[in-house]
């Protein structure tokens, strides 16, 4: 793993400072600690015995001292204090953010509308199966992506980077896209239209639909650009590439066993498996289910549908 794929995976970095602040923790809890209380014992003993003998002297002591010395005697080194106490913090994110939910933030429009740019989104971890940190292992099984899912995972040509996009086929399934309407298993999926959708930040106009996923009861909004071709321009020669057939029209591809067939809802302005081919089932991280913030637009907080 190069340099720059290490600094992109945070649940890695996460682990690693996770076992170094761990070892640091149980080594002064069960070595350093009691250590340093033998220690004060013997000191503050000998602390006591010498102001016993005072005493007995006839010597006035001041018995203050006794307790700025055994918490100088206790006190953990600046090193173990400051790298140990991290460990319960930095071991409860890492146990949530692995098996639970994890936060995302979505970068471009390639989901708009369904998801805007700038929305935080968190992700269920455990939807699909429970699986390994850091090498994302399916360890117990509790389903798989359906169709009309949108779900997080690793992009195929860089797994460094985590994408979101919506599931539009399974394995097994054959998916087509003719003239800008989705095709599933040979049946066309339903479309709504609802007139114009301005892009804010590109300040352009598409077509806006209610699309009704064909084989599901999945009913979200896309966006179609009119001025953009029918056709997929220059689709890469990724694995299983011999399952697809391209033309002028658009294309169809048959989804291998164990892999998912991915778009956007911004169908013009997004680059998915039409152009980079099929995710396989150990490059899913979850399922995105809600907004909970957006800096822009606080009304964006919401379920994802």
């Known amino acids: 793993m190069n340099v720059q794929a290490l600094l992109g995976n945070f649940a890695l970095i996460l682990f690693i400072l996770m076992v170094v602040s761990g ?26 015995e010498r102001n016993a003998r005072l005493k007995a002297q006839g010597i006035q002591v001041d018995e203050s001292g006794r307790q700025t010395l055994k918490e100088k005697l206790l006190k953990k080194p600046t090193w173990v204090e400051y790298s140990g106490s991290f460990f319960p913090v930095i071991a409860a994110v890492f146990i949530i953010r ?17 998801l805007q740019i700038g929305d935080m989104i968190l992700v269920s971890k455990y939807s699909y199966g429970i699986r390994l940190p850091v090498i994302n292992k399916k360890i117990v099984d509790l389903g798989d992506p359906q169709k009309g899912d949108v779900v997080v995972f690793k992009f195929p040509k860089d797994t460094s980077l985590d994408y979101i996009k919506r599931v539009v086929g399974v394995g097994g399934d054959r998916v087509e896209y003719r003239n800008k309407k989705l095709i599933i298993n040979g049946v066309e999926s339903a479309y709504q239209p609802l007139g114009d959708y301005l892009d804010t930040e590109s300040l352009t106009y598409s077509r806006e639909f209610v699309e009704g996923l064909a084989g599901t009861d999945v009913r979200h909004h896309i966006l179609n650009d009119n001025r953009a071709p029918t056709y997929v321009r220059h689709p890469d020669r990724f694995p299983n590439r011999h399952m697809c057939t391209y033309n002028v029209e658009g294309f169809a591809c048959t989804v291998p066993e164990g892999y998912y067939f991915m778009m956007g809802d911004n169908r013009d302005n997004s680059l998915d498996s039409r152009y980079w081919g099929f995710v396989p089932d150990e490059y899913i991280v979850g399922k995105a289910f809600f907004v909970w913030m957006n800096l822009g637009d606080m009304t964006r907080i919401g379920g994802i549908r």
């Open 23 to 48: 070892v640091i923790w149980f080594y002064d809890r069960f070595s350093l600690a009691p250590k340093r209380k033998a220690a004060a014992e013997v000191a503050l003993a000998a602390f006591d």
């Open 98 to 114: 692995s098996f639970l939910w994890e936060p995302f933030r979505i970068p471009s429009s390639s989901m708009v509308p369904t």
